[in-house]
């Protein structure tokens, strides 16, 4: 199943990585270990650094794994979504419409 990830960086640890020269190598050893589908980084609400992150993953047991990397290396905060393809969004038709009938 698809999820997208939104991870946001502390500024001071950011920056306390950045003068350190170890931000970059960081972000990229936790990228090798998840292998995600796509990843943007951009500024968030508050000025804070962040991105945005798409992987799979089958199990929810898998969640640890995929975010203490990020809580440890960065005391960042972390947030899991599922999403969808406009495929996977096609093959819903029939229980949204279901719910219509139901509920409307």
């Not at 190598?25 to 945005?52: A, H, N």
């Not at 960042?76 to 219509?100: F, H, W």
């Amino acid at each position: 199943m698809r999820f997208m990830m939104k991870v946001v960086f502390p500024v001071e640890t950011g920056n306390a990585a950045a003068k350190a020269g170890n931000l970059g190598q960081t972000i990229q050893k936790i990228l090798e270990e998840l292998k995600p589908e796509s990843v943007y980084f951009t500024t968030l609400d508050g000025g804070y650094r962040g991105g945005y992150i798409y992987f799979n993953m089958d199990d929810a047991s898998q969640i640890p794994a995929i975010a203490e990397p990020w809580f440890l290396a960065f005391n960042a905060t972390v947030d899991i979504r599922p999403v969808m393809l406009p495929e996977d969004l096609a093959k819903a038709s029939g229980s949204i419409q279901s719910a219509v009938d139901k509920y409307s």
